[in-house]
């Protein structure tokens, strides 16, 4: 008689209802408003850049389960959905080779030389992204210029930061542009309406594909940290509310830093991972060459989630000692 190969216990087995298809889809839905808030600022070249990318990615990923020989697996959306994420960190004025370029790095680097989704120890979005900046700096920085009369600088809020320093930044980025995207703030496509991506942030954690407390934490620790420093010394560092609101924040804490393969799984891990992710955020933003430090900050934390892992409650019914727990 054949032994089977799985021998399943402890009924009943209740399916969750999440399949790869699913999440993908939902974290395709949750993206849609940036993506509307970016087209009502520079227009069709958002979706030039968000077709390109979500069609090469798609493509890539065929070719390379081909070339792996590996099933077929484009219709679990998931390079669709890696897609258009890699589509939010970037300008809309890149050239459509490099965008192609960056969708192979993606699926390479980030999913099939580990043996394919949920194999990969690090995020392929922020491997194709950290790739093409360090390669095309120019392009990757080519921000478009802002469409209003009234605009007072043709830089990113990061970029200006880095460039000027806090001075006059309340009046050349106000608050509520920052947070409802206008067409006074340039900067990826991602970056634009932090508005869309909360709103996209609370569908996700409500439609429980993420956890809330990655989130929380990153912002917690990025603002906390920013509020030490702005108040030591408010001429040479910007305001929280500012650090928050500039930039890729928002979109590192719900679309990057939750990445399913690549984060921990434990609560406790889950808090340290997003306050790291934050304080390494300002670190980067502070005191490095780079203005946006949210998706670097990510990339390097996460090369050390199976640590978080380890982080766990004492055993409940367990004496520890200087050697070892005793059972009780």
Known sequence: MKTPELVASSWPHIHSGNSVQNMMLTLI?????????????????????????????????????KLFKKSLTVYDLSAAAYGLVFAMLLPVTIPWWIIVLGTLVMMLLGKHVYGGLGCNPFNGVLIA??????????????????????????????????????????????????????????????????????????????????????????????????TIFWLIDPNTYASPIFHLLAGGSLLAAFFLATDWPTSPVTKYGMVFFGLMCGVMTMVIRSWSQWAEGAYFAVFIVSMITPYFDKIRPKVFGARFTSKRPVRL
Request: aromatic share 12%; net charge negative; charged share 10%.
């Open 129 to 226: 992204y950290v790739a093409l900046l360090l390669s095309y700096p120019g392009h990757m920085g080519n921000w478009p210029m802002p469409t209003s009369d009234m605009m007072m600088t043709q830089y990113p809020p990061l970029v200006e930061l880095k460039e000027n320093g806090p001075f006059l930044l309340e009046d050349a980025f106000p608050v509520k542009d920052l947070f409802l995207g206008t067409n006074l703030i340039t900067g990826s496509i991602g970056e634009i309406s932090k508005l869309a991506l909360l709103l996209g942030g609370l569908f996700l954690i409500v439609r429980k594909k993420i956890s809330w407390i990655i989130p929380a934490s990153f912002l917690f620790g990025l603002t906390g940290f920013a």
């Open 29 to 65: 839905i949750a993206l849609l408003p940036a993506v509307v808030a970016a087209f009502l600022v520079f227009g069709l070249d958002t979706l030039k850049v968000v077709i390109i990318a979500m069609a090469s990615a798609i493509f890539w990923d065929a070719v390379l389960q």
